[in-house]
């Protein structure tokens, strides 16, 4: 087979990848992407990316084989033990000290979901405050693309060979053990909230402590590295810690991390972000060009009319996460911090206005949804409103996300209606 041919046979792959499955791997070092496409492909004894790509769509359960086969790195709760007790004897103190009793602490584990990452913090803070003060201030967020390993983290339930790297101390304590499988408490399976997160494509959590991403980033390209290096600044309280992997360092010119520990590969945030900097922080913001101060005032205006807006607004990314909510929607459907993120059908707004199909329908059709007469009743009121989903598409027509746009309507023009839906 010619190269030309090969190349566009793998374009064709991954155009499908990302089309119908939302996997964007575009951003990722190509010759990393190859060599583990091969490996899989040379397991199954297929040649060729277009056999390959025929297998794929006759067989759907290969799919999670292969994005586990392309997203697997060498990270495992307590592998290099010598930094995580770098990090539970000295970093999560200063974090606790940094603390007043009361006040939250939030961890982010990035990139990685399979969750054994997740419960070694979890177990880490856990010794430091005490279960009770662990479940009453501590949140942790575990990330990634991958739904099998996210179902599995939520699971907790994992084999020996699994937690080798963990003391037989904490699992003794943490966890409960049956047959070969050791499965974690449900007070701290209940303390960690696994969601789908794409480190290209999506805006960053915020007012995080502790961020771990450990043999993740050395997946991507130098410039995608740096950007998500820039997202994981604003992430970070003042006061918050970065935690790589060994083989990953800090490639960005300008310092935004500093070096707390170089060998644990354990930075402190620093310094300022720049306006060029600023902007990658929303991923559709990443393409912008700027070069004068007019146009950091046209991003602070239509952030302010999002804000500000009379109506109750909902930004969603094109998975349908929660990535935006002005005040007048966090009050009218009592969100919090905790669900951004969370896929908008989730929510309690998402299951009054049956969300998940009007996001399928949006994702088929590309125009813009409305839903009429809706009924919201809390245990304080009974409210109606209408609900307006505007696609937000790319110049090449592939969509990016949502915009919901909800208004509230006076009860007495509803009372005896019905909902009625359009688009």
Not at 328 to 348: H, M, P, S, W, Y
Not at 394 to 399: D, E, I, Y
Request: include cysteine; charged fraction near 25%; charge should be neutral.
């Amino acid at each position: 087979m010619s190269k030309s041919v090969c190349q566009q046979e793998l374009e064709t792959l991954l155009n499908y990848l990302q089309q119908n499955h939302a996997y964007n791997f575009s951003d990722y070092k190509q010759l990393n992407l190859i060599a583990r496409l091969q490996d899989r492909m040379q397991q199954l004894k297929v040649e060729k990316y277009s056999k390959y790509l025929q297998y794929l769509q006759d067989k759907p359960e290969e799919l999670n084989v292969l994005i586990d086969t392309i997203l697997k790195h060498s990270t495992d709760s307590f592998s290099e033990r010598d930094s995580w007790d770098y990090l539970a004897n000295k970093i999560i103190p200063q974090i606790i000290k940094s603390k007043h009793p009361d006040e939250r602490i939030r961890v982010w584990i990035a990139g990685y979901a399979c969750g054994q990452e997740a419960y070694a913090v979890s177990m880490l803070l856990a010794e430091a405050l005490g279960m009770e003060q662990y479940l009453q201030r501590v949140q942790i967020f575990a990330t990634g693309i991958e739904e099998d390993a996210l179902y599995w983290g939520r699971q907790g339930r994992y084999s020996d060979s699994e937690l080798a790297d963990i003391p037989r101390e904490f699992l003794s304590k943490y966890c409960e053990q049956i047959e070969q499988f050791y499965i974690f408490r449900s007070e701290l399976r209940r303390s960690i909230i696994f969601g789908r997160h794409d480190l290209v494509m999506n805006a960053p959590i915020s007012k995080i402590d502790l961020l771990v991403c450990r043999n993740v980033l050395k997946s991507f390209d130098a410039k995608i590295y740096a950007t998500i290096l820039i997202r994981f600044h604003f992430a970070l309280n003042d006061n918050g810690f970065l935690f790589l992997g060994k083989t990953e360092s800090l490639t960005n010119e300008k310092q935004i991390f500093i070096p707390v520990s170089m060998k644990h590969s354990i930075f402190h945030k620093a310094g300022n972000l720049s306006l060029q900097e600023y902007l990658q922080i929303r991923p559709e913001s990443a393409e912008k060009k700027v070069h004068n101060s007019s146009d950091f005032q046209i991003i602070h205006f239509w952030q302010a009319a999002f804000q500000n807006s009379p109506f109750a607004l909902l930004a969603v990314d094109c998975h349908g996460c929660l990535i935006m909510a002005n005040e007048q929607a966090r009050t009218l459907f009592d969100l919090k911090d905790d669900d951004l993120g969370v896929r908008v059908q989730d929510l309690e707004i998402g299951q009054v206005a049956n969300l998940r199909d009007l996001m399928k329908r949006l994702n088929r059709d590309r125009c813009l949804i409305s839903k009429k007469n809706l009924k919201w009743t809390t245990s304080h009121s009974t409210r109606y409103f209408d609900i307006y989903i505007t696609p937000i598409i790319k110049p090449n027509g592939s969509l990016i996300g949502a915009n919901l746009t909800c208004i509230a309507i006076p009860l007495p023009n509803y009372e005896g209606s019905i909902p009625v839906e359009i688009g």
